[in-house]
């Protein structure tokens, strides 16, 4: 079989190359692992890594769109509501049930999951490929994210227990925003100059976007490798974590519906909540863990993110598919 018809049936099943590259930095971190002065340069690059890839993201994002996607205020609170209520409640009623077969640092990983915004890319991706509204998508992703880099902080603060050893330092806070939202507004003010060339070479653009995802899972596992996370995880216990993450997914997937129906969306906007009120930032969501959790061993807490991150995109993949299908379909009819 080649490998082009190789990488066509795994993307049947929701696997793309990107997602095969996250599965393999993790092999590659457990065979190898950044030590010593090499993880200290490692975490240094990825800092800067992770400032660039929030400078492009302020960079690409057009304010035109966001002020046409805030019309749709149902949309807009819809994900907003699923993202930061739905999902740490959900979150929170999951971490005993994890407790029970986990370790105590994958429950937090649950709450963590809970308390993180929508992913940006993917979701439009998927909404885009579902005929779905891609302006009120990007309006919600983007939102979701620039409320995300104070409320998830606080949100995660109010709902660890004390006692965890996962407190949440005041000064966290504003490390996230030199990070994250820093870099993201002085992409915005670059936007007139940038935006022509990052819509002509798009490719540069998402080399930064998922090389910089890979570098901080990279870090990440290499340290959880030196720390022995693997004799600490099991393979039924990753069995076990796997379902609870589906389960999760499901739940917010069909609240999801359930919300957009009542709200009477038609199929544009359902689609756009859907994807993004279901799913869950891994660009976000590292970096911060890395803040949140400095000098502590992150990589139990990230894993249940790692997990749910990769089911999110395969069964989403698949929707999107399915979806682009009846499209079709009806086109042809």
Same mark, same amino acid.
């Given at each position: $079989?080649?490998?082009?018809? @190789?990488?066509?049936?795994?993307?049947? /099943?929701? /696997?793309?190359?990107?997602?095969?590259?996250?599965?393999?930095?993790?092999?590659?971190?457990?065979?190898?692992?950044?030590?010593? *002065?090499?993880?200290?340069?490692?975490?240094?690059?990825?800092?800067?890594?992770?400032?660039?890839?929030?400078?492009?993201?302020?960079?690409?994002?057009?304010?035109?769109?966001?002020?046409?996607?805030?019309?749709?205020?149902?949309?807009?609170?819809?994900?907003?509501?699923?993202?930061? &209520?739905?999902?740490?409640?959900?979150?929170?009623?999951?971490?005993?049930?994890?407790?029970?077969? &986990?370790?105590?640092?994958?429950?937090?990983?649950?709450?963590?999951?809970?308390?993180?915004?929508?992913?940006?890319?993917?979701?439009?991706?998927?909404?885009?490929?579902?005929?779905?509204?891609?302006?009120?998508?990007?309006?919600?992703?983007?939102?979701?994210?620039?409320?995300?880099?104070?409320?998830?902080?606080?949100?995660?603060?109010?709902?660890?227990?004390?006692?965890?050893?996962? =407190?949440?330092?005041?000064?966290?806070?504003?490390?996230?925003?030199?990070?994250?939202?820093?870099?993201?507004?002085? =992409?915005?003010?670059?936007?007139?100059?940038?935006?022509?060339? &990052?819509?002509?070479?798009?490719?540069?653009?998402?080399?930064?976007?998922?090389?910089?995802?890979?570098?901080?899972?990279?870090?990440? /596992?290499?340290? =959880?490798?030196?720390?022995?996370?693997?004799?600490?995880?099991?393979?039924?216990?990753?069995?076990?974590?796997? @379902?609870?993450?589906?389960?999760?997914? *499901?739940?917010?997937?069909?609240?999801?519906? $359930?919300?957009?129906?009542?709200?009477?969306?038609?199929?544009?906007?359902?689609?756009?909540?859907?994807?993004?009120?279901?799913?869950?930032?891994?660009?976000?969501? !590292?970096?911060?863990? =890395?803040?949140? /959790?400095?000098?502590?061993?992150?990589? !139990?807490?990230?894993?249940? !993110?790692?997990?749910?991150?990769?089911?999110? !995109?395969?069964?989403?993949?698949?929707?999107?598919?399915?979806?682009?299908?009846?499209?079709?379909?009806?086109?042809?009819?």
């Amino acid at each position: $079989m080649s490998l082009r018809r @190789a990488e066509a049936v795994l993307a049947r /099943f929701g /696997f793309d190359r990107y997602m095969l590259m996250l599965v393999l930095t993790v092999v590659l971190a457990t065979v190898l692992p950044a030590r010593g *002065a090499g993880a200290a340069i490692l975490s240094h690059v990825t800092y800067w890594v992770i400032a660039l890839l929030f400078f492009l993201y302020g960079a690409k994002l057009s304010t035109a769109t966001i002020v046409a996607g805030l019309a749709n205020w149902r949309l807009q609170l819809s994900v907003l509501a699923l993202t930061f &209520l739905l999902f740490p409640v959900l979150a929170l009623a999951l971490k005993p049930l994890s407790l029970i077969w &986990l370790p105590t640092a994958i429950g937090v990983g649950f709450l963590y999951i809970g308390c993180l915004p929508s992913t940006v890319q993917s979701s439009i991706a998927f909404t885009a490929v579902s005929g779905g509204n891609v302006a009120g998508a990007v309006c919600a992703a983007s939102i979701s994210n620039l409320i995300g880099v104070v409320l998830s902080p606080l949100l995660f603060a109010l709902l660890i227990p004390q006692g965890t050893g996962y =407190g949440i330092e005041p000064s966290a806070i504003w490390k996230i925003v030199q990070q994250i939202l820093l870099p993201f507004a002085a =992409g915005q003010l670059c936007r007139p100059l940038l935006a022509g060339w &990052l819509a002509r070479y798009r490719r540069p653009a998402m080399i930064v976007d998922r090389g910089s995802i890979l570098l901080i899972v990279y870090a990440a /596992f290499s340290a =959880g490798v030196v720390n022995g996370i693997w004799q600490v995880i099991s393979g039924p216990s990753l069995a076990v974590l796997v @379902a609870l993450c589906l389960a999760l997914l *499901a739940a917010v997937m069909g609240a999801a519906v $359930m919300i957009a129906r009542m709200a009477g969306m038609g199929h544009a906007d359902l689609m756009a909540v859907l994807y993004c009120g279901s799913t869950k930032s891994l660009a976000t969501g !590292l970096p911060m863990a =890395g803040i949140l /959790f400095a000098g502590q061993d992150i990589s !139990l807490v990230i894993l249940p !993110l790692m997990v749910f991150h990769l089911l999110q !995109l395969a069964v989403c993949a698949v929707i999107s598919q399915r979806m682009a299908g009846r499209l079709d379909l009806r086109a042809a009819q």
